[in-house]
């Protein structure tokens, strides 16, 4: 079955101590991308990634990394987590051709909490 | 990013009504305008796309209008049923750095 899968998908933590989410897709997607949810203010992006070793800003990029090491994989890596970075985050992946992402599919969400 | 407004933020409709949902964008270098549907406790998905080339497109009950020279695009939904009742997105952007709308939340009324 195609899809994006997203771990973990709930994670409590406290301000500090790092942490990572893992992101991966088994349909050779060569776009990748990682986006945070908070209410009010929808879908923002994070990073993102065109391709293996090739990563951009998105739109709220501060207090975090990501790698994309191999093509399935794009990880995000929360060094040091604070408050703030409360939220419900989504990977999401496309072919990405043409100029622009094509048609995303998203995974289920994780939804962290830092205290 | 680019400037993207999505209105409105709520609607509320009697099961069979049509509901209009707008989005305008800033980058008149965008070609790709896409509208993602996300159910409760779940990632949105894609539901319908246009590109800049043509005008409208329509898929059973579900339609996108884009008005280039105004910069904006509009998600119709007809005879609406319960179980569109999501928040929708609209991407303005269209190109790898991606602006989404803040989100409608459709309600459709048994």
């Known amino acids: 079955e195609a899809q994006v899968t997203q771990n973990p998908r709930y994670l409590i933590t406290v301000t500090g101590k790092k942490l990572t989410v893992t992101c991966s897709q088994n349909m050779n997607h060569e776009y990748m991308s990682w986006y945070r949810q908070d209410p009010g203010l929808g879908l923002r992006q994070i990073y993102y990634?065109?391709?293996?070793?090739?990563?951009d800003k998105g739109d709220v990029p501060e207090g975090y990394k990501v790698s994309r090491k191999e093509k399935r994989n794009f990880p995000l890596i929360l060094e040091s987590p604070s408050p703030n970075q409360t939220s419900l985050y989504f990977c999401a992946s496309s072919f990405g051709a043409s100029g622009n992402t094509g048609e995303l599919f998203f995974g289920e969400g994780s939804r962290l909490t830092v205290l | 990013g680019e400037n993207v407004e999505q209105h409105p933020s709520t609607l509320s409709v009697q099961e069979g009504d049509s509901a209009v949902i707008k989005c305008t964008y800033s980058d008149s270098a965008s070609n790709y305008f896409p509208w993602y549907k996300q159910e409760l406790g779940k990632g949105p998905q894609l539901i319908i796309d246009?590109?800049?080339?043509?005008g409208e497109k329509k898929d059973q009950r579900i339609a996108v209008t884009l008005n280039k020279t105004a910069k904006h695009f509009s998600l119709h939904i007809t005879e609406t049923q319960p179980e569109d009742s999501a928040v929708y997105f609209c991407d303005g952007a269209g190109s790898y750095q991606l602006t989404f709308g803040k989100g409608t939340k459709l309600s459709v009324i048994p």
């Open positions: 246009i590109r800049s080339n043509v």
């Open positions: 990634s065109m391709n293996v070793e090739v990563t």
